[in-house]
């Protein structure tokens, strides 16, 4: 690529496990993809990610930003962001622009995992695991190392499996007594395995998919998607093909970017973003509780040195109307404004 290239988007998807940042063009194409460690720290990983992307790319090139992921507004105050949305809607934007057509979206990260049904590019029904650690990427990894596999040779294990042994996958407790038990049958590593795989499949479809029609195309992203057993798994529970786009692992900044550069368009070309300097800013980040009404509502403040940035987190606008009008990130007002009962 021409490092020299304008008219690009980035954006930037904070989770308890990854921070994505990625870059597409003005035609929606990724041009740079960055998967990151969260690790407890997102908005130190936030800035590490622009200061990484900051060696290659200048300000100018970047005319929109877009934010997804749990710690979405943390990461457009730092950035200064175009537009903010849930992961529903970035996972869905994403899925239909890579994959057009798309009918049914398949997301399992490191801690929670989604399913999301699409019809002419709208979300018409989803569902969301954050409860049950079976239905994750984190047990498979739990149970990589207790196997002391590399997690990347799980699925080409589990395609090797003859007779894969059935677990119950309903509890990641129980699914770990069960895949000792059978290991202590004598039951070959790869049966066991592959067994595993299908147990997630049915713990997802069960939690997730119960009541609802599930149509191809059918796409696999997140971070799981890499793992070919738990592809061949879901093409065995589904009986239809799986398809997993070359950017599964970044899909919810991929969709954060196309939103942006959307947002920005209808603005006439304006964006908030502030440029990568901001990575090298002291910012910090505090919470506290409101105890001013019933509502105790968990109040997020942002700071920069000295200075209070932004608030969120409010439902009367106490803690937020009280900043200057021109210090709060406009794309997070309309956030809360939306997402506010």
């Not at 870059?23 to 200061?51: C, H, K, M, N, S």
Request: aromatic share 4%; hydrophobic share 40%; charged share 20%.
């Amino acid at each position: 690529m021409d490092k020299a290239q304008e008219g690009l988007y980035l954006g930037v998807d904070v989770g308890s496990v990854s921070t994505n940042l990625v870059l597409i063009d003005g035609e929606g194409q990724v041009q740079e993809a960055l998967y990151l460690r969260t690790q407890g720290r997102p908005l130190e990983t936030v800035l590490r990610g622009l200061q990484s992307l900051a060696r290659s790319y200048s300000n100018e090139q970047i005319n929109g930003v877009g934010t997804t992921g749990s710690a979405r507004s943390l990461a457009a105050v730092v950035v200064g962001a175009d537009v903010i949305k849930n992961e529903i809607t970035a996972h869905a934007v994403a899925a239909s622009n890579l994959v057009p057509g798309v009918r049914t979206i398949l997301e399992i990260g490191g801690q929670d995992s989604k399913l999301i049904l699409v019809k002419d590019g709208i979300v018409t029904d989803f569902s969301m695991n954050t409860v049950c650690a079976a239905g994750t990427g984190s047990f498979l990894d739990q149970q990589a190392s207790r196997l002391q596999i590399p997690i990347e040779e799980f699925g080409q294990l589990a395609v090797k499996a003859s007779h894969p042994v059935r677990i119950a996958g309903r509890c990641s407790v129980f699914a770990e007594s069960d895949m000792i038990h059978k290991q202590q049958m004598g039951h070959s590593l790869e049966d066991i395995i592959s067994g595993l795989c299908e147990a997630l499949v049915r713990n997802f479809l069960n939690n997730l998919g119960k009541g609802k029609k599930i149509d191809s195309p059918i796409v696999f992203q997140g971070g799981v998607a890499a793992n070919i057993g738990m592809c061949q798994a879901f093409e065995k529970a589904l009986g239809h093909p799986v398809e997993v786009p070359q950017h599964h692992k970044v899909m919810g900044a991929v969709g954060a970017a196309i939103l942006a550069s959307e947002a920005v368009a209808q603005r006439g070309g304006v964006s908030n973003f502030k440029g990568f300097t901001v990575a090298e800013q002291p910012f910090g980040a505090r919470s506290f509780e409101c105890a001013d009404c019933p509502n105790l509502c968990e109040i997020i403040e942002l700071q920069e040195a000295e200075r209070v940035l932004s608030r969120w987190g409010d439902r009367c606008g106490k803690w937020t109307n009280a900043l200057p009008s021109e210090v709060n990130n406009p794309a997070i007002t309309a956030e809360m404004e939306a997402t506010t009962p």
